[in-house]
């Protein structure tokens, strides 16, 4: 169950930190040295968002939702604001975006089926995130093999999409097949024996 509370807990916090954290990228892309401090430091967030909910009992629905909504919304600000500046080619940005996009019509398809459920970051998609952050480091530091990092998150994102929409997918079928509830009260068969209480005689 989503609670707003839960969004300012700790690791709530964390997560939601990567937004503004996304903002200040803009303005410092172009300089290496704070471009990476940017990214460490929206890496760091995320992997102690996780931490903190573990290790002090805090896990919720909420955070659950709140960190891969945070870990696109950066994505997004970045590989945006690499694309603006020509840093990088729009065929490169959706490479990079491989997971995200596989998800939007997902979340129509969840609304649509009314499926109840929260797109947990897996491995397959906290892989894709870690190299998500490894191909925008080697782009804006011009190291080389940048080109093999943005294929490789490609391909972590189609496998983290595909899961995705996998467990969506079984959701909708494990909803389809559950029987209607027996706790209803059901109507006497035709021809069954009812039992007729005789009013009380007042004397």
Known sequence: MLVMRDAFRVPGLLSLSRLPIGLVFPFV???????????????TT?????????????????????????????????????VAARAI???????????DLLERPLVVYTFARRIRTT?????????????????????????????????ATAIAGLVA???????????AQARAITPPSSARARPPRAGSPSIHRAPLSSR
């Open 89 to 99: 080619t729009p065929l490169e940005a959706v490479l990079l975006s491989t997971r």
């Open 29 to 43: 892309w172009s300089r290496s040295a704070l471009a990476v401090g940017v990214i460490a430091a929206a890496a």
């Open 119 to 151: 797109q947990r970051a897996n491995v397959a998609g906290k892989v894709t995130t870690v190299l998500q952050f490894a191909a925008v480091l080697l782009v804006i530091t011009n190291a080389q093999h940048e080109k093999l990092a943005i294929g």
């Open 161 to 171: 999409g595909c899961t995705y929409w996998a467990r969506a997918v079984r959701l």
């Open 46 to 82: 995320d992997v102690l968002d996780g931490w903190w909910a573990r290790r002090f009992h805090q896990t919720t629905e909420t955070g659950a939702a709140l960190d891969p909504l945070m870990d696109k919304t950066f994505a997004l600000l970045v590989v945006g604001t690499l």
